[in-house]
T-cell receptor, first 109, second 114 residues
C-alpha cells in the first residue's frame, strides 16, 4: 500500500529552527509537496520538490532524497504565525496526490 | 484568499436531511476536487473532475453525490448521512489533473451530522 509518515505534533520556540520530516512509500513518484494549513483555513502551497536536494524559499526550505523516500521542511527564525499544520503529499505514478496526516507545529514564545 | 470559495462554511444536519455544498473557483482552472479531512487523518480524495468529466471516484458511498455543471463550479449533494461523515470537506482546483499541478484549496465546509 501507499504510505506517508510524518510526526503528529512538534513544539518549537519563537526565533528557533525546526525540521519536519516526511517519509514515503508510494507506487511511483512524480514529486513531493508541502502545504501549510492554519486552523480553520485552507491548505496553502509551500513547496514542490521533484529532484534531490534542497530548495530554499525565504525562511522555508524543503529537502528531498528520492533514494531514501525522505523529505524535510526546514523553518528558520520561527514566528508565532508559523503555528499551523504542515502537510506532506506525494504525487504517485498516476499523478494522484497521496497525503500524510499532517504535523501540527506549536510555537512558544 | 486562494481564489476558491466554499459555502456554507459550517453546516449541521440530521441524518435524514438533504443538503448541498458549493465550491466555486475564479482561477480559470479545469480540474476540481472534493476532499474529506478528518482530525489526525490524511486528506481523503473523494472525487475528481477534469474538464467537467468525473475522472476519479474513490469508493465514496452513494450518499455523497457530486455535480460539476461547468469548470468553475462544483457541488457535493448530501443525503442520509451518518455521524461518521462529520468532517471538514475541502474543495480544490488545479490547471488540469493527471500531471504536476499545484492545487489551490478553499477554506472548507465544517460538517456536523447529528
Amino acid at each position: 500500500g501507499q504510505n506517508i509518515d510524518q510526526p503528529t505534533e512538534m513544539t518549537a520556540t519563537e526565533g528557533a529552527i525546526v525540521q519536519i520530516n516526511c517519509t514515503y512509500q508510494t507506487s511511483g513518484f512524480n514529486g513531493l509537496f508541502w502545504y501549510q494549513q492554519h486552523a480553520g483555513e485552507a491548505p496553502t502551497f509551500l513547496s514542490y520538490n521533484v529532484l534531490d536536494g534542497l530548495e530554499e524559499k525565504g525562511r522555508f526550505s524543503s529537502f528531498l532524497s528520492r533514494s531514501k523516500g525522505y523529505s524535510y521542511l526546514l523553518l528558520k527564525e520561527l514566528q508565532m504565525k508559523d503555528s499551523a499544520s504542515y502537510l506532506c503529499a506525494v504525487l504517485d505514478s498516476n499523478y494522484q496526490l497521496i497525503w500524510g496526516a499532517g504535523t501540527k507545529l506549536i510555537i512558544k514564545p | 484568499e486562494t481564489g476558491v470559495t466554499q459555502t456554507p462554511r459550517h453546516l449541521v444536519m440530521g441524518m435524514t436531511n438533504k443538503k448541498s455544498l458549493k465550491c466555486e473557483q475564479h482561477l480559470g482552472h479545469n480540474a476540481m476536487y472534493w476532499y474529506k479531512q478528518s482530525a489526525k487523518k490524511p486528506l481523503e480524495l473523494m472525487f475528481v473532475y477534469n474538464f467537467k468529466e468525473q475522472t476519479e471516484n474513490n469508493s465514496v458511498p452513494s450518499r455523497f453525490s457530486p455535480e460539476c455543471p461547468n469548470s468553475s463550479h462544483l457541488f457535493l449533494h448530501l443525503h442520509t448521512l451518518q455521524p461518521e461523515d462529520s468532517a471538514l470537506y475541502l474543495c480544490a482546483s488545479s490547471q488540469t489533473s493527471g500531471s504536476y499541478n499545484e492545487q489551490f484549496f478553499g477554506p472548507g465546509t465544517r460538517l456536523t451530522v447529528l
